[in-house]
């Protein structure tokens, strides 16, 4: 018994000794949260890049999808923990920035470096063009012995039943991004009535942009409408997925970051935020994303489509008009 017991005062004290470890290393350290929706690989990218960079700061990189990002910042407002804002959707970004939530980068960016239609508001600075396509598991298509879809109303035969994924708009960009497209391409009644019928063969509207690839890695499903740069992102780990565009073209959005009003009082944060928008940008348009953002400066990844022809993304008070929208989506 007393054998027992000094063992499990040597386990206590094996485990308060760690935990002391843990807590003397960040002991003095500044911490800044960043909320960010970007995938699992780019966030495990910032994880080590923020590591590397910034030794001397307590760096939390905390992931929300879209909506529960936007939904969190607007409901704690200038009171949030977050410092940064990272990877979100322009609609939501606008609707926080017009709620005085993100903080005036005017002295902090260097706006002239960016394409001109990614430039949208002195309150959220470029950060990645992501682009959509619809993408095929072309083993998961042969072994089922279904027909490689030619356009969106293909999608609709019988033959799909359960092997659509998509993400839900409701809480992606991703899936607001191609509900958009179809809303510019054939009207917003036709693109709703689409998806009502498209809803019979969709195993899934998953909560994030990543689900549908995830569903065709897995072999849950054939067919994704999902992001590009993920289908790439798989395609060279070896992945048997294949990128197609429709006639209405690549569905696409535009994220950015920001630093919530008050936070850019901190040294600290506006040098993590400084890199964020200048070197590690560039990085993961290199590594990952290499849609075009910068005026002078173009990127390649390998397998990753060029000369994409780009849906119409245009739409008046994209804020308001996605609030709109949605409230059409849910009913």
């Not at 000794?17 to 960010?36: F, H, R």
């Not at 939501?92 to 260097?110: H, I, K, P, R």
């Not at 095929?136 to 012995?145: E, K």
């Not at 992001?227 to 997925?241: C, F, H, R, W």
């Amino acid at each position: 018994m007393k054998f027992k017991k000094s063992i499990a005062w040597l386990l206590m004290l094996v485990m308060l000794a760690a935990t002391l470890s843990l807590v003397g290393c960040n002991a003095g350290k500044e911490t800044i949260i960043i909320y960010t929706s970007t995938e699992n690989f780019t966030q495990e990218y910032m994880q080590k890049r923020m590591r590397e960079e910034f030794p001397q700061y307590n760096i939390i990189i905390e992931y929300k999808n879209s909506g529960n990002h936007a939904s969190t910042l607007k409901a704690a407002g200038k009171n949030a923990e977050c410092d940064i804002s990272h990877d979100l959707e322009y609609a939501y970004a606008e609707q926080l920035a017009a709620q005085g939530v993100f903080a005036d980068l005017s002295e902090l960016v260097d706006w002239s470096v960016y394409v001109e239609d990614a430039v949208q508001s002195k309150y959220y600075a470029p950060e990645v063009r992501y682009g959509g396509c619809i993408i095929i598991n072309t083993q998961r298509l042969a072994q089922l012995g279904l027909d490689k879809p030619t356009c969106y109303e293909d999608l609709l035969d019988p033959q799909y039943k359960n092997q659509i994924t998509m993400a839900n708009p409701s809480s992606s960009g991703t899936g607001y991004m191609v509900l958009l497209s179809l809303v510019n391409a054939w009207g917003e009644q036709q693109a709703l009535d689409y998806f009502d019928k498209l809803s019979e063969n969709v195993l899934s509207f998953t909560s994030s942009g990543s689900g549908p690839v995830n569903s065709l890695i897995l072999g849950e499903t054939a067919i994704g409408i999902g992001m590009t740069s993920q289908a790439v992102t798989k395609i060279n780990e070896g992945y048997p997925l294949e990128i197609m565009f429709f006639e209405e073209g690549s569905p696409y959005s535009m994220y950015g970051q920001a630093i919530i009003e008050g936070k850019q009082e901190r040294a600290c944060v506006r040098e993590v935020f400084a890199f964020l928008t200048t070197t590690f940008s560039e990085e993961i348009y290199a590594n990952f994303y290499p849609e075009k953002v910068l005026k002078d400066k173009d990127f390649t990844v390998e397998n990753y489509p060029v000369d994409i022809k780009y849906a119409d993304m245009q739409v008046e008070d994209a804020s308001a008009y996605k609030e709109y929208l949605l409230s059409k989506w849910k009913h």
